[in-house]
């Protein structure tokens, strides 16, 4: 099966200072694709880019970036806009600022059926009250015209799912979509999320630093660090033997691994900024397992059994490499 997303060295500059770095990934369709990191980690300005959301001075750069066979590097803007909103959507983390204060919620969801399934009149309103419905907002008649300020924050979220949602895209890009929301309704958030996916079979990649809701809900992750993909790998067996110190620092500070234990375990050090990024491997300078050699280049994002893409680490001495089963996973 072909991937639906693949991305090949993108790259985003601000004033010529990097913010995310030779950026490798692919979505299969259908697939859910989670990608965790620290907040700058670079996670949402990657898929900003592929959104054609960078502004100047931002400059985004790539070997290529296609979806569905067509590369959006070449793509005309009139065709840009046919994909993006329409087969590319995108739930952002503040649903509030992310909403025209000025319109209704049923106006702003009628405005993008308009734009990109041509609907109008009865057949409009129709549908936007249905998508509200869909998306779990009670009494959507009454609330359908209704300003952002009136909701909350777990409505106006679900109301960004019912417009990104609108046009039955392909793949959905949820960018912490549970940000500032209570652990109750990020919770419902999340399983509405889960079973639009599975009732329309689109893909999904959901950026979040929370390992937790990332283990139940993707099939495989992408770590950030310091605007680069350090690991790839399917869900248990980044969990059960992870391959980059990062990827492992990062699970061993989980609440659930450190029952008992007086202070929860905290990775010393800080991320380099983009004007003072270390030679060799970034994450290096915080690594209990530095040698000479990790200063001497910067490492690639390598195969750790030749033929699988799914299993790759940015690293010159790879962890838990005894736990690889040759036939591809952990064992």
Not at 105 to 122: A, C, M, N, S, T
Not at 157 to 162: D, E, T
Request: aromatic share 4%.
């Amino acid at each position: 099966m072909n991937d639906l997303l693949t991305i090949r060295n993108l790259a985003v500059n601000f004033n010529g200072l990097p913010a995310v770095d030779r950026i490798n990934l692919s979505v299969a369709p259908g697939e859910v694709v989670g990608v965790v990191g620290e907040s700058g980690s670079g996670k949402s300005v990657t898929m900003m880019a592929l959104m054609g959301l960078v502004d100047a001075p931002g400059i985004v750069t790539a070997d290529e970036v296609s979806f569905d066979g067509i590369d959006l590097l070449k793509a005309s803007p009139r065709q840009r806009r046919r994909i993006v909103g329409k087969d590319i959507a995108m739930v952002f983390q503040d649903a509030l600022s992310s909403l025209n204060p000025s319109y209704t919620v049923g106006y702003q969801i009628r405005e993008v059926l308009k734009l990109h399934e041509g609907l109008r009149g009865d057949a409009l309103k129709k549908r936007a009250l249905e998508l509200l419905d869909q998306v779990g907002i009670p009494d959507a008649k009454n609330r359908i015209d209704t300003f952002p300020h009136q909701m909350s924050g777990g409505m106006n979220q679900r109301v960004m799912i019912a417009m990104a949602v609108a046009c039955n895209p392909k793949l959905l890009i949820a960018d912490e979509p549970t940000t500032a929301l209570d652990v109750t309704i990020q919770a419902q958030i999340m399983d509405l999320l889960v079973s639009l996916q599975k009732e329309r079979g689109m893909a999904l990649v959901l950026i979040s630093h929370d390992l937790a809701v990332v283990s139940e809900v993707a099939q495989r992750v992408a770590v950030m660090y310091a605007g680069e993909i350090i690991e790839t790998n399917r869900v248990p067996d980044i969990f059960a033997a992870p391959h980059h110190p990062y990827t492992e620092a990062l699970l061993a500070a989980i609440p659930e691994h450190n029952v008992g234990a007086e202070r929860l375990a905290a990775l010393p050090g800080m991320v380099p900024g983009r004007d003072d990024r270390p030679s060799g491997c970034l994450f290096a300078p915080r690594c209990k397992y530095v040698v000479e050699a990790c200063h001497a280049a910067r490492p690639a994002l390598a195969e750790l059994v030749p033929g699988d893409a799914a299993m790759r680490a940015r690293c010159i001495k790879p962890l838990n490499l005894q736990a690889i089963d040759p036939s591809g996973g952990a064992r």
